[in-house]
């Protein structure tokens, strides 16, 4: 997810499954603080949420033994490890133990994010952690905790969107687990979710969003494309293809009103007429989904994406993956399709000052900017 489980600390690195549990929680919670978490309800409940989830966590070989488990968990569980096998020896990710232990916590989402904007911008209120810097989003272990501070931001007057999410990365400060909340994905999904987690371990820069989004991208299309040509047939890749044009196509839609919007808000006038305009261009794009609904493989996506209303918040945290993966598929080629010298390129580009990052990628291919990064629909992670 690159959502929350990020809350580690360069202070300490921890494999609490090896440590008592009360021990374990008190030195996450310092870590913590140390690190620059200030509010200290919302860092107890970071440490608590992630050791409930370590609690459920086991090896999957030792999960494969056990004869309680269904025949489609033994298959997707299998398939995982698999897939995790792959990843290393074919495209050279991280060979440690996450995703090759899993955790059943009882739930569909494994943390709920709250993202907020003003009533008439696209700019998104920050929080600022450690280790991963400031990002868009305010993640909760806890459902009803991220609704109370939904509720909270938009009795501030902010438009708000909470939603779930199924995976997250902790980066590598921990072994991530496979969740039920995503084990039941097709192979693609899983494939694809696991190369995309495993790369944000191979680089990750701090405060960079649209950087590490567009590299892990890049990593799971080229990673799911050399998995469906060892394990799969042409159709199955030619579906996936055709499901990533139906999502650029939904990113363009929503490009296009972020831009109307923004163009809505420069203007000079008054807060009822920008009010009154703002409602008419998201009832057009909720018009113009739901004409599109049929056109998409899982239509059911869209119904609940539009069920949760339209704001800029919502639009705000749907805002691409995609811009610069242009360039980072630039880099790959000129490695001639050499992923681990792609990697050493792109951990130099990393290195660089943020300006000078962008500019060295953009000589590499178009990119635009987006302002903010957050999981899409149909993402396996959500």
């Given at each position: 997810?690159?959502?929350?489980?990020?809350?580690?600390?360069?202070?300490?690195?921890i494999r609490a499954m090896r440590i008592s549990f009360p021990y374990t929680f008190w030195l996450l919670l310092v870590a913590l603080l140390l690190g620059g978490c200030s509010d200290l309800s919302y860092c107890v409940q970071c440490v608590r949420g992630q050791l409930e989830v370590m609690a459920q966590t086991r090896p999957i070989e030792e999960v494969l033994q056990d004869s309680r488990i269904s025949e489609a968990e033994r298959r997707q569980l299998t398939k995982v490890l698999a897939i995790r096998t792959f990843a290393v020896e074919r495209l050279g990710l991280p060979d440690n133990d996450s995703y090759r232990l899993y955790?059943?916590?009882g739930r569909p989402f494994v943390v709920w994010n709250v993202v907020a904007t003003p009533e008439f911008s696209l700019a998104p209120k920050q929080w600022c952690y450690p280790v991963v810097g400031c990002v868009a989003y305010r993640g909760y272990f806890n459902a009803d905790e991220a609704r109370a501070m939904g509720a909270e931001l938009a009795a501030q007057g902010f438009d708000v969107d909470v939603?779930?999410?199924?995976?997250?990365?902790?980066?590598s400060w921990f072994d991530d687990p496979v969740l039920n909340t995503f084990i039941d994905g097709a192979d693609s999904q899983l494939a694809s979710l696991i190369f995309h987690e495993l790369a944000h371990q191979v680089v990750y820069v701090k405060d960079d969003c649209s950087f590490n989004e567009a590299f892990a991208k890049t990593v799971e299309r080229e990673g799911l494309r050399r998995w469906l040509e060892a394990n799969s047939t042409q159709a199955e890749w030619q579906g996936y293809l055709d499901r990533e044009a139906r999502s650029e196509e939904f990113l363009a839609l929503l490009a296009w009103t972020r831009d109307q919007l923004a163009g809505l808000y420069a203007q000079p006038l008054s807060d009822a007429e920008k009010r009154a305009a703002k409602r008419d261009i998201l009832a057009r794009l909720g018009d113009e989904l739901r004409s599109q609904r049929a056109r998409w493989p899982n239509p059911a996506a869209i119904d609940g994406w539009l069920g949760r209303g339209l704001n800029n918040a919502r639009l705000t945290s749907t805002a691409t993956y995609y811009d610069r993966v242009p360039a980072f598929e630039a880099v790959l080629d000129a490695q001639r399709g050499d992923?681990?010298?792609f990697y050493e390129e792109v951990a130099r580009l990393a290195a660089l000052p943020a300006a000078e990052r962008t500019a060295r990628l953009k000589a590499y291919g178009q990119?635009?900017?987006a302002a903010v990064c957050n999981d899409q629909p149909g993402d396996a992670q959500r």
């Open positions: 997810m690159r959502q929350i489980g990020q809350h580690g600390s360069a202070c300490v690195k955790a059943d916590i939603y779930g999410v199924k995976a997250y990365s902790t980066l992923l681990p010298a990119i635009e900017v």
